[in-house]
Structures are given as C-alpha cells and as structure tokens.
C-alpha cells in the first residue's frame, strides 16, 4: 500500500511530496527506491538520481536490482560521467546481477554518450544471446554519436546478415551516420530501402535527416525539394538543420527564409532566435539583429546560457561562459592564459566572427572567445589531469567554431586526445585534426 501512493505522487509530479513521503515510509523496499530513482530521471534530475541510488546503498535496506541500474546509468549517461558509469557497470559484475537486455542497451548508451565507445563495443560484444534489435540499435546510435559513420553501416550490414529486422529507430540512426560522415548516395539508398525492402513509412525524423544530409553537403535544392515532398508539415528539426546548413555555406537569404519559418514552428525555444540572429550578423545586417532580439524578448524567450561540465574523481566540475565561481577559478584562468598563448605561438588566429555583435573591437570579441564554457572546462581539466590523459567534456549546447578549431591544435599542442560532447554529436580531438572531420 505505501509503494501504490508513493507512485501516485510520482505519477502527478509532486516533487516534494514525494520526497517527503519517502522519507516517512516505515519500510523501504527495491520497488519504493526505484520509484524515487525513475522519477528523477524521468524528471531530468540525473545527479539526484546518482544520489539517491548512493543513498540506497548506505541504507542496507535491499540491494539494488536490474531495474535500479538501468535507471542510474541512464543517468549517468545523460551525465557523460563516465567513472561513476564504469563503477556501476563494475557493480553489475561483481554482483553478478543479470544482464538482460535492457540493462545491456543502457550500459551501451551509457558508455558511448560518455565518449567511450571501445566500452559500448566491449558490452555489445559479449552480449550476443541477449541482442535484440534495441541492442543493435543502442550501438548503432553510439557510433553515429561518435562520429564512427563507416562503422554504423558496417554494424547494419552485420545486422541484416544475421536476421533481424530494423526498425524506424535503426533508420533514423542510419540516416543521421549518413548525414554526419557525408554519404549522400548512401543516405539516398538507405531511405528508398526503408520503404522497397522494410515496408517502413518514413516519419517526420527520416525526412529531417535526409534535409540534414543535403544541408550539409551544400545541396540546398536537393534539400528544398525534400521538404516539399514531406507528406507533413516540417517540424522545427528540419528548419534548424536548413538555417545551420546557410550559416555554414553564407547562404544568407535562404537562411532568413528558413529562420523565420524556424521561429514560427517553434516560438518558444531559444534556438531559432538566436540562428536566425546568427544569420543576419554574419551578414552585417545589425539592423536585423536587433529586430530579432527584440522579438526574442517580445515573446519571453531567454537565451540559455552555455555550459560545460568536465567530471574529476567522479565529482562534476560545471563552468558557464566567463565562470568565476569555481574554487580554483585563479588556476583555471592562468592555464587560460597560457592556452590563448600556445595558441598564439602556435601561429593561431580566433575566429571573431564568431562573435556575434556589434563590436569593432577585435581585443574586446577575441577575449570573448577565450572564454566560451568549453575552454574553461579544458582549462581545469589540463591542471587537474596527469599528462596524455583523455579529457572529457559535455557541453549543453553545439561547440562554437572558434572553440572547435582551438581545440583542435591544442589536442597536439598538449598531447590530449580531448572528448567533447555537445548537444549535437560527440568531438574526438587527437594529433590535431576532429573525428566530425570538420564536416
């Protein structure tokens, strides 16, 4: 009776309720902490969910079952905390708990959204009588994440081969391995197969990532065309995609088009705002800027600020643009300035258009750029790293270009192979050159 009400307050959200209640029960079983665990998950409380597993475990009121560690490494996945995610998946075995099919799925998640792949590999590897196709499908998503397009198709390949039978989901992974690793004719193939061969009708997904795939090889007719064939109304992942595309190729009037049918198939998310924004300071349209903003403002959207998190023996360091709040804030800005000198020696010069204001200044939009969220993160994480250790990162909001390409030669100035994932697609900096391949 305890665990049916402490699901009811689950299930209508009330936060401190639930708590609260929780904390009254007078016996506490499996099923009462992975109530609680779920809902924060489900919730997008995943540090609370670390907690209140850990909390479960101090208590010695049950053990911790399948479902309590599919729900805390699929918070540690959303994390990218790996340490935590390679004690859990450490627990699993020492435990000896049985890893079923789900739980396989989410140790694959967890590893390759925490910029191990080579761990997603290892578990996909050595769980051969429990694939299913959502196995299949967790790899498959992990190397299209990870910039390892060849590999993806080569996984499908294996796929077929061995008899089972793909899904909407294994397409849109497909296409968007397509899409990242720049197979356009392969992309082609794969979305007539879809329908030929699978008898699979393409959903709203499918068709965004066929617009991405065109977008980003520059075939902007292509592209249009996709959309106009579209039997539904393009979601706002289409017109993103297209906004982006014009961004990186200077196709600033179809940029706009696409900005203002961005902003009205999503009027309360930041992004379109702040693309189309992106578009008319690139094209020294100020006027146009400010227009947006103010529309921006108008409608009560705000911005959300960039951040990254770097995680140190298994704590998580955040730092947004411009941190000072960290307690070895003076460490972390000397290792920035000594980065922005390599940089320099180095013979390299930031990318102020990146900066996107009405600044002359070049001093002023360089010194902006040296302190983007990610840069701090790699700051920390260079003084607080043993040398030629992977340094991992996660940023809530795609790498800006300058940051990508810093990164880049300081990947060889520092001899790191630097991880970074955003809100897009993981980076893997090595030697001085990006998995994405700058594509």
């Not at 959200?13 to 609680?36: C, H, K, Q």
């Not at 997008?44 to 729900?71: I, K, W, Y």
């Not at 990532?209 to 539904?232: H, N, S, T, Y």
Request: with cysteine.
């Amino acid at each position: 009776a305890w665990n049916c009400l402490l699901r009811g307050y689950a299930h209508v959200r009330d936060a401190g309720a639930l708590r609260e209640f929780f904390a009254r029960m007078p016996a506490r079983d499996s099923v009462s902490w992975n109530t609680v665990i779920a809902w924060c998950v489900v919730n997008g409380e995943h540090e609370e969910a670390v907690a209140v597993f850990r909390e479960m475990l101090a208590s010695n009121e049950c053990q911790p079952d399948r479902v309590t560690l599919v729900s805390v490494i699929s918070a540690i996945a959303y994390l990218g905390a790996l340490a935590q995610g390679l004690w859990a998946h450490a627990y699993v075995c020492r435990k000896e708990i049985e890893v079923d099919e789900k739980l396989s799925s989410a140790l694959i998640n967890m590893y390759s959204k925490c910029g191990f792949i080579e761990g997603s590999v290892y578990v996909f590897e050595n769980s051969c009588a429990l694939r299913s196709v959502d196995t299949w499908n967790a790899m498959l998503a992990g190397f299209t994440a990870s910039g390892c397009s060849e590999r993806a198709l080569d996984l499908f390949a294996r796929m077929e081969s061995s008899g089972f039978m793909p899904n909407k989901i294994t397409f849109n992974s497909l296409l968007n391995a397509c899409s990242h690793g720049g197979f356009v004719e392969e992309g082609i193939g794969y979305f007539e197969r879809m329908t030929n061969s699978y008898s699979i009708e393409p959903d709203i997904a499918h068709y965004g990532c066929m617009v991405d795939l065109f977008c980003r090889a520059g075939l902007f007719e292509k592209a249009e065309e996709m959309i106009q064939m579209m039997p539904m109304e393009p979601d706002a992942a289409v017109w993103k995609a297209l906004v982006g595309a014009c961004r990186t190729y200077n196709n600033f009037e179809l940029g706009k088009k696409a900005g203002h049918r961005l902003i009205e198939a999503a009027p309360n998310d930041h992004a379109g705002y702040v693309l189309l924004s992106n578009i008319y300071a690139l094209d020294g349209n100020w006027k146009g800027v400010h227009k947006v903003r103010k529309l921006m403002l108008d409608c009560g959207v705000q911005k959300v600020p960039g951040s990254s998190s770097i995680e140190l023996d298994g704590v998580i360091h955040e730092f947004i643009s411009g941190d000072k709040s960290h307690s070895r804030k003076r460490d972390v800005y000397e290792m920035l300035s000594e980065i922005c000198q390599q940089l320099k020696i180095a013979g390299y010069a930031p990318d102020t258009s990146q900066v996107l204001l009405d600044i002359d200044d070049e001093d002023v939009k360089e010194s902006s750029l040296a302190l983007h969220s990610e840069k701090l993160a790699l700051a920390f994480g260079l003084i607080s790293t043993a040398p030629g250790t992977p340094i991992r990162i996660v940023k809530n909001l795609r790498v800006c270009g300058d940051c990508h390409n810093a990164i880049k030669l300081l990947s060889k100035i520092y001899g790191r192979c630097i991880i970074v994932r955003d809100a897009n697609r993981f980076h893997r900096f090595r030697e001085g050159s990006c998995s994405c391949g700058d594509y």
